[in-house]
């Protein structure tokens, strides 16, 4: 199997296919100082938008990364593996408070998961504009 590239906005029916399965997600973020901060999350997709998106608390570290990005956003990537199939999401990142964006992100979320997220008044989504996608499988 080799690694392609997809367009993160029009990817093939197996790439798409393998972000709807239900996957524990990795999100990568810079720190102040440039070294990378992985954590796990939970990631949805929607390649018609050129968005991947995360729900967190507004609090959390990974929030933080990515609000001192300023206002050109965090350059980011999410990424799910599974044997050896693997998908890698990458573009800039922004925090969203809107309640109509969290709500959108935790309906999606709940798609995706099969859950829906626990009440957080404090919940923010971070939203990742996508400038590539690659994977394996």
């Known amino acids: 199997m080799a690694a392609y590239p997809q367009d993160p906005g029009a990817p093939d029916a197996p790439y798409l296919a393998f972000w709807r399965e239900r996957h524990l997600c990795t999100l990568t973020t810079p720190r102040p100082d440039g070294s990378p901060h992985v954590v ?9 938008a050129r968005l991947a998106r995360v729900i967190t608390n ?8 990515v609000r001192a990005a300023g206002t050109e956003g965090a350059r980011v990537a999410v990424c799910q593996v599974d044997g050896a199939r693997w998908a890698t999401l990458e573009g800039r990142a922004f925090v969203r408070t809107e309640p109509e964006r969290v709500r959108e992100a935790e309906r999606r979320y709940e798609e995706r998961y099969g859950r829906t997220p626990a009440p957080n008044p404090s919940r923010v989504v971070i939203e ?3 400038t590539r996608a690659m994977g394996r499988g």
């Open 40 to 48: 796990p999350v939970g990631v949805t997709y929607e390649p018609e």
């Open 58 to 65: 507004k609090a959390s570290t990974k929030a933080g990364f």
């Open 128 to 130: 990742i504009e996508l």
